[in-house]
């Protein structure tokens, strides 16, 4: 699947398989007035409970290797919440979608071009 594989590219890691359904689960936690991320992947959800057993926090590169990392050799562990949005962040995004919405609601009242 393109899209989990872009998103585990974005991640920094080298997916070691994509079964049917594979998928990222996200879990935000908070400890000692700290938020933090913990992020599992289950590459075989097909295979029912099974699949669920041998999962694991991850701690992901998140652009610290120029190079993918296999998930396998990713930690244990868990990301800080504000080092996880400023990778994921995308810059200007507010911008671009509040030009969007404007240019939307002109699409009504006169031609775009």
């Known amino acids: 699947d393109t899209t989990i594989a872009a998103l585990a590219a974005h991640f920094g890691v080298e997916l070691p398989e994509m079964g049917f359904g594979a ?4 879990e ?3 400890r000692d007035g700290r938020h933090e991320v913990k992020v599992f992947y289950n590459s075989n959800p097909s295979a029912g409970i099974d699949s669920y057993a041998s999962l694991r926090p991850l701690v992901l590169p998140l652009g610290a290797s120029e ?3 296999p998930l396998d050799e ?3 562990g868990c990301i800080d919440l504000s080092d996880f949005r400023d990778h994921c ?3 200007d995004i507010e911008e671009n979608f ?4 404007d ?3 002109r699409v009504d009242r ?3 071009r």
């Open 89 to 91: 962040r995308i810059p």
């Open 98 to 101: 509040d030009a969007f919405l």
């Open 23 to 26: 998928f990222f689960a996200l």
């Open 110 to 112: 006169e031609p775009t």
């Open 103 to 105: 240019l939307l609601a």
């Open 74 to 76: 990713c930690p244990s």
């Open 28 to 30: 935000l936690h908070e």
């Open 67 to 69: 190079k993918l990392i």
